[in-house]
């Protein structure tokens, strides 16, 4: 079995920041790529950030200079710090991984969600 916990979410005040943290355990023998996603409500999912296992990371457009990705290889966590949030950055995020298991496959896993609310 493996999970993916989110912890970090909460509602924060625009300009303000937060940052999200995504620990995976289980039954895990490596991990490829990580992301994070959001969803508001009445959209579709969407990539907001990801960083490979080398630690290349990747941005969404709207949150390009503001949001930052990273990765603890060794602790097998990954972080979204956000900066100068905005009304638009409200939504669920979710954590999703690329776990190998001890037979080289890899498979994909998500969290449960952690809701980030940005508002005055």
């Known amino acids: 079995q493996v999970q993916l916990v989110e912890s970090g979410g909460g509602l924060v005040q625009p300009g303000g920041s937060l940052r999200l943290s995504c620990v995976v355990s289980?039954?895990?023998?490596?991990?490829?790529?990580m992301a994070w996603y959001r969803q508001a409500p009445g959209t579709e999912r969407d990539l907001v950030a990801d960083?490979?296992?080398?630690?290349?990371?990747n941005y969404a457009e709207s949150v390009k200079g503001r949001f930052t990705v990273s990765r603890d290889n060794a602790k097998n966590t990954m972080y979204l710090q956000m900066n100068n949030m905005k009304p638009e950055d409200t939504a669920v995020y979710y954590c999703?991984?690329?776990?190998?298991?001890?037979?080289?496959?890899?498979?994909?896993?998500w969290g449960q969600g952690t809701q980030v609310t940005v508002s005055s």
């Open positions: 960083t490979t296992s080398t630690y290349a990371t």
């Open positions: 289980g039954s895990v023998f490596g991990i490829a790529a």
């Open positions: 999703n991984a690329g776990v190998m298991t001890k037979f080289g496959a890899t498979r994909t896993y």
